[in-house]
C-alpha cells in the first residue's frame, strides 16, 4: 500500500512538468499574439511600434528563453502577470478561484446527489416503468448540452415571465442567501449534465453486485432490502463510479467555463476565455496550468480511493 502511494505520488511533479510544456507550446500556436490584439493594424504599418511592444511584454525573446523564464517564475510561485492589465496572475485566481470552486463543488454534490439514489432504484427495480422512464432520462442528460438548456431558461424566462438571472455577482461571505441565488441554477444544470452518466453506470454496477452469491445469502438470511442495498452491495459497486467521478473533473472544468459565461460570474472559466480571445499568454498558461492541476490531483484522489474502498489493490 505505501509502494502504491508513494509511486502515484512521485508521478505528480513529472506529469506537471509535461504539462507546462505542452500549455506553453500549444498556446504560442494560436494565430497573432497580443500586439496583434491590441496594436490591430498599427503594428502592421509601423513595424517599430510592433516590435517595441513586443520587448515590452517580453515576446521579443526566444520562445526556449521565454519558456525558461516562465519556469523560473514558477519555481517562485509566480505565475506572472497579464500583460494587458498588468495585474498578478495568480492574485486575480485568488479572486476567480472561490467563484469556480462553488459552482463545481455544488454542481458535483447535486449530480451525485441525483445520479446515485436514481441508479440504485433503477438496478433494484429493474425492467419496471420507472427503471425505463430513469434510464431515458440519463439518456437524455447526455444527448442534451447543459448550456443549451441554460440559455433556453433565460430566453424563455425573459420573454415569458419577465425574469432574468441576477447580473451583480455577491460573493457567498457577503451574502450567502443572495449568493445562492445566483449560483444554484447554473450548478443545477452543471450537476444534470454531469448525472447522466453517472447513473447509468450506477445501475450497471449494482445490477452485477446484485448478481453476487454473497447478495443471495444475504437475502436467504432475510436481511431487508434496505441492509442488502446499504451494507453490501453499495460499497463494491462503488469502485468503479469512484473513477468516473473523477473523470468528469475535466467536464466538470469544462462546463464551468461555459456556463460562467452564459451567466456572467466572474470565475477562472470566465477569465479564460477573454483571455485567450486577448491572447493574453500568462493568463492562458497560469489558468491552464491550474486546470490541469485539479485534474492531476483528482485521478490521484481516485487512486488513493481505490486503494481504501478495494485492499485487493497492488502495483502492477
Known amino acids: 500500500m505505501q509502494v502504491y502511494v508513494i509511486q502515484r505520488l512521485l508521478l505528480v511533479p513529472v506529469t506537471l512538468f509535461g ?47 521565454q519558456y525558461a523564464q516562465w519556469l523560473g517564475d514558477l519555481f517562485e510561485g509566480d505565475l506572472g502577470k497579464s500583460l494587458l492589465s498588468q495585474r498578478s496572475v495568480l492574485d486575480e485566481l485568488r479572486h476567480r478561484l472561490p467563484v469556480t470552486f462553488e459552482l463545481g463543488a455544488i454542481g458535483l454534490f447535486m ?11 433503477s438496478a433494484v427495480r429493474q425492467d419496471t416503468l420507472i427503471d425505463y422512464v430513469f434510464r431515458g432520462g440519463a439518456i437524455a442528460l447526455l ?15 425573459a420573454r415569458w415571465f419577465l425574469w432574468a438571472p441576477p447580473l451583480q455577482y455577491t460573493g ?23 448525472s447522466g452518466a453517472v447513473m447509468r453506470l ?17 437475502w436467504a438470511k ?20 469512484v473513477t468516473i467521478i473523477g473523470l468528469q473533473v475535466p467536464v ?22 477573454s483571455s485567450t480571445a486577448a491572447r493574453d499568454y500568462p493568463v492562458i498558461q497560469g489558468v491552464n496550468l491550474l486546470i490541469a492541476s485539479v485534474v492531476i490531483l483528482s485521478n490521484l484522489v481516485v487512486d488513493l480511493t481505490y486503494a481504501y474502498l478495494d485492499p485487493r489493490v497492488q502495483v502492477q
Open 19 to 65: 504539462v507546462t510544456v505542452v500549455v506553453f507550446g500549444l498556446v504560442r500556436l494560436i494565430p497573432g499574439d497580443t500586439v496583434d490584439q491590441v496594436a490591430g493594424e498599427f503594428a502592421s504599418f509601423d513595424p517599430e511600434l510592433g516590435e517595441k511592444l513586443r520587448e515590452e511584454y517580453g515576446l521579443s525573446a526566444s520562445i526556449p528563453q
Open 111 to 121: 449530480s451525485l446527489l441525483i445520479a446515485v439514489p436514481v441508479g440504485i432504484i
Open 143 to 157: 444527448a442534451i448540452p447543459g448550456f443549451w438548456i441554460a440559455i433556453i431558461i433565460i430566453t424563455l424566462g
Open 172 to 194: 457567498f461571505l457577503t451574502d450567502p442567501l443572495a449568493n445562492l441565488r445566483i449560483v444554484w441554477l447554473p450548478a443545477l444544470l452543471l450537476g444534470l449534465g454531469l
Open 202 to 218: 450506477t445501475r450497471t454496477q449494482m445490477l452485477e453486485v446484485l448478481r453476487q452469491d454473497y447478495i443471495r445469502t444475504a
Open 222 to 241: 432475510g436481511l431487508t432490502e434496505r441492509t442488502v442495498i446499504a451494507r453490501h452491495a453499495l460499497k463494491n459497486a462503488l469502485i468503479p463510479i
Open 252 to 273: 466538470l472544468v469544462g462546463g464551468t467555463v461555459i456556463l460562467e459565461q452564459v451567466f456572467s460570474l466572474p470565475g477562472v472559466g470566465r477569465y479564460l476565455v
